[in-house]
């Protein structure tokens, strides 16, 4: 069993940063990869970017060189700085994670068996 609490998330304006977090307890092997999704209201929940326990990060093309996913093992805690924040960024964000995932399916939601209760963001432009 793994257990994910996010927290950071706010309302900030277009062209702002926020950093989320998400800290992680319970089995490490089940945390050999993590992973920032995000859905929008109407949408489906979308992978955001991953990260894996030798910390090689795959991100999705439209937060690519403005999101950086990272992890403080020593923390157990799981972070994402967003930059240059953009309307279309608001979304709920969620802390996912599994075992260590073949890297082709990081950004698939049906990969990751455990998840938080999200973490609310809000660009206003």
């Known amino acids: 069993q793994v257990q994910l609490v996010e927290s950071g998330g706010a309302s900030v304006q277009a062209g702002g940063s926020l950093r989320l977090s998400c800290v992680a307890s319970?089995?490490?092997?089940?945390?050999?990869?993590m992973g920032w999704f995000r859905q929008a209201p109407g949408n489906e929940r979308e992978g955001v970017a991953s990260?894996?326990?030798?910390?090689?990060?795959t991100y999705a093309d439209d937060v690519s060189g403005r999101f950086t996913i990272s992890q403080d093992s020593a923390k157990n805690t799981l972070y994402l700085q967003m930059s240059s924040l953009k309307p279309e960024d608001t979304a709920m964000y969620y802390c996912?994670?599994?075992?260590?995932?073949?890297?082709?399916?990081?950004?698939?939601?049906?990969?990751?068996?455990?998840w938080g209760q999200g973490t609310q963001v809000t660009v206003s432009s």
């Open positions: 990260i894996d326990n030798t910390g090689r990060a």
């Open positions: 996912a994670s599994n075992v260590f995932l073949s890297w082709w399916v990081r950004l698939r939601e049906a990969a990751y068996r455990y």
């Open positions: 319970g089995d490490t092997v089940s945390r050999g990869t």
